[in-house]
């Protein structure tokens, strides 16, 4: 549907920023501009702004750093919350910890450390938000955000509650606590007592990850998900396309399963590299793969 903009003031409730290049929220780089983009200072202005979309038929997206998306070339004609900044400080109870979903995953990673508390080390080093982290049950070095997350407070068709985490309400790489089936606004992780190996193993798994993923160059982290039985990296260099490149989209050569943006590249770049590398892999080796970033 059509928005007529000039018939449509904000509410004073909350501020936003007009014209906003999705290439600057997002750590692909790509992506051309949100109409709209708010930064809410509190979860009601969250609340407030899902509110007044939803009574104007206004698009919405909820982002946290937008390490996990592709923006599209054409923008985004609607107003994009960006949920990335915390709104408190995280709480400690015993071996509990409850942070806001725009808190730093990494930040609370090693926050946990410095309180005596394991079960998030291996996480540390994921870019992107709690909320973000929640939303696609982020995981790394064997571990998930499924085996820690305990109770999650969510916004839900105009309701704001906190849910117990059932079996089955996050798989790989995906939840039933993600935009725009919930918004996550806090979370509470279950953690245990540090035996002495959190620190040693968080910084192991930086190191290895320093070792191994192309951070020099923007991304979105690993495009596709992992198929059963195999890496999706170990298939996409056995098909020889590392370092294949459409326009400024490539494969990167330090990883295969990344594609990163080696400068300028457009969504319509990294969408035919995408589809150019699921082609060749599904031709040379019958796996179908799929992919794990979300599209604005
Ligand atoms: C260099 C690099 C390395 C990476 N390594 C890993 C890794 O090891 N493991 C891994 O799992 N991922 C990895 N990623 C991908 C990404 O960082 C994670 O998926 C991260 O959890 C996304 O968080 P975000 O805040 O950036 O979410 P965004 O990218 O902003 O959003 C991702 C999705 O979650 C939704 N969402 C975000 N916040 C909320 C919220 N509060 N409530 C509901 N929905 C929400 C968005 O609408 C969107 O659909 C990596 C990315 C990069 C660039």
């Given at each position: 549907?059509?928005?007529?903009?000039?018939?449509?003031e904000?509410?004073?409730?909350?501020?936003?920023?007009?014209d906003?290049?999705?290439?600057?929220?997002?750590?692909?780089r790509?992506?051309?501009?949100a109409?709209?983009?708010?930064?809410?200072d509190?979860?009601?202005t969250?609340?407030?702004v899902?509110?007044?979309?939803?009574?104007?038929?206004?698009?919405?997206?909820l982002?946290?750093?937008?390490?996990?998306?592709?923006a599209?070339?054409?923008?985004?004609?609607?107003?994009?919350?960006?949920?990335?900044?915390?709104l408190?400080?995280p709480?400690?109870r015993d071996t509990?910890?409850?942070?806001?979903?725009?808190?730093?995953?990494?930040?609370l990673a090693?926050?946990?450390?410095r309180?005596?508390?394991?079960g998030?080390?291996r996480?540390?080093?994921?870019p992107g938000t709690?909320?973000?982290?929640?939303?696609m049950?982020?995981?790394?070095?064997?571990?998930?955000i499924r085996q820690i997350?305990?109770?999650?407070?969510?916004?839900?068709d105009?309701t704001?509650?906190?849910v117990?985490?059932?079996?089955g309400?996050?798989?790989?790489?995906?939840?039933?606590?993600?935009y725009p089936?919930?918004?996550?606004l806090?979370?509470?992780f279950?953690l245990?007592p540090?035996d002495g190996t959190?620190?040693?193993?968080m910084?192991?798994?930086?190191?290895r990850?320093?070792?191994?993923?192309?951070?020099?160059?923007p991304?979105?982290?690993s495009?596709?998900k992992r198929?059963?039985?195999?890496?999706?990296?170990?298939?996409?260099?056995?098909?020889?396309?590392?370092?294949y490149?459409i326009g400024?989209a490539?494969?990167?050569?330090k990883?295969?399963?990344?594609?990163?943006?080696?400068?300028?590249?457009?969504?319509?770049d990294?969408s035919a590299?995408v589809?150019?590398?699921?082609?060749v892999?599904?031709e040379r080796?019958?796996?179908?793969?799929?992919p794990?970033?979300?599209?604005?």
């Amino acid at each position: 549907m059509m928005i007529h903009w000039d018939n449509i003031e904000l509410p004073g409730s909350f501020s936003a920023e007009q014209d906003v290049p999705l290439s600057e929220l997002t750590s692909f780089r790509v992506g051309g501009k949100a109409r709209f983009v708010v930064r809410p200072d509190s979860y009601e202005t969250i609340c407030d702004v899902v509110s007044f979309a939803s009574a104007n038929g206004i698009r919405c997206m909820l982002l946290g750093k937008g390490t996990n998306v592709l923006a599209s070339d054409r923008g985004f004609d609607g107003i994009i919350i960006r949920f990335d900044t915390p709104l408190h400080e995280p709480v400690f109870r015993d071996t509990s910890v409850i942070a806001c979903c725009g808190t730093s995953m990494t930040v609370l990673a090693r926050e946990t450390i410095r309180h005596g508390l394991m079960g998030m080390e291996r996480l540390c080093g994921i870019p992107g938000t709690v909320g973000g982290a929640c939303a696609m049950n982020a995981g790394a070095y064997g571990a998930e955000i499924r085996q820690i997350l305990k109770r999650i407070r969510i916004l839900h068709d105009g309701t704001d509650e906190w849910v117990d985490v059932k079996d089955g309400d996050l798989g790989y790489r995906k939840s039933v606590f993600s935009y725009p089936d919930a918004i996550a606004l806090e979370a509470e992780f279950c953690l245990l007592p540090d035996d002495g190996t959190a620190y040693e193993t968080m910084h192991d798994c930086m190191e290895r990850r320093r070792q191994k993923q192309p951070l020099e160059l923007p991304s979105a982290g690993s495009t596709f998900k992992r198929p059963e039985g195999y890496f999706a990296g170990a298939l996409i260099e056995q098909c020889g396309l590392k370092g294949y490149s459409i326009g400024g989209a490539q494969v990167s050569e330090k990883h295969a399963g990344f594609i990163v943006n080696i400068g300028g590249a457009t969504e319509a770049d990294v969408s035919a590299l995408v589809k150019y590398v699921q082609d060749v892999v599904r031709e040379r080796t019958g796996v179908e793969l799929e992919p794990e970033i979300k599209r604005i």
